[in-house]
Every structure is written in C-alpha cells, then in structure tokens.
C-alpha cells in the first residue's frame, strides 16, 4: 500500500512563494513517478508537473513553466514542490500523485493520491 501525505500550503500574498512537499510510504516502486495536480473550486483537476525516477525528466503545464520547480528528496522519499511568483491564479487545492513509471498528465493516470494542501493567493 502507498500512502502520500501532503504538507505547506497556505496563504500567501501575489509575487510570494510556498514550498509544498509530499511524503511517500510504502512500495517504492509504485511511486517512481510523482506528480502534482490542482483542482481550483468549480474546475476540473488538472496537470501541474511530473518527475520521472531519475529526475532526468521533468514536464511543466504551461501556466507555471518558469515559476514552479519540482524536485525530489530520495533518502526521505519526499517530492517537493517549489512555487514563486505566485498569482491569484494559482489559488486551488494541490494534489499529490504516484504510479510506477511512465508520464502521464491525466488524474485518471495516478491509482495513489494524497489528501490534498490549501494554496490561497491574494491579490
């Protein structure tokens, strides 16, 4: 079983920035790939960013490409989630998700999630 468990959402102001992290237990290999998705009240959940295993790939939805960077902790099998210059936009609950491999950007993808982090940005 694979449980991940969310943590640093927030409020914070426009042009701030927010650290998220997810931490991983259990089978290793179902969370070789971990991802991160947003569901904004009223919309769809939808693709943020994916890591592969290696972190030799990385893919950015356009709307945070060059102000999220995602990155991932081995020892503490913990993905991070490093957000600047956040807009109002932004605002929406932050999921994270594993599978074993490949790079999918569809909620439907990810059997394993967490229960999600609150990021509220002001204007």
């Known amino acids: 079983q694979v449980q991940l468990v969310e943590s640093g959402g927030g409020l914070v102001q426009a042009g701030g920035s927010l650290r998220l992290s997810c931490a991983a237990s259990g089978r290793t290999f179902s969370t070789r790939t971990m991802a991160w998705f947003r569901q904004a009240p009223g919309k769809e959940r939808e693709f943020v960013v994916v890591i592969s295993w290696s972190e030799s790939n990385t893919y950015y939805a356009d709307s945070v490409k060059g102000r999220f960077t995602i990155s991932r902790d081995y020892a503490k099998n913990t993905v991070y989630l490093q957000m600047n210059s956040l807009k109002p936009e932004d605002t929406a609950v932050y999921y994270c998700?594993?599978?074993?491999?490949?790079?999918?950007?569809?909620?439907?993808?990810?059997?394993?999630w967490g229960q999600g982090t609150q990021v509220t940005v002001s204007s």
């Open positions: 998700a594993a599978r074993s491999g490949g790079y999918y950007y569809t909620p439907s993808d990810y059997p394993y």
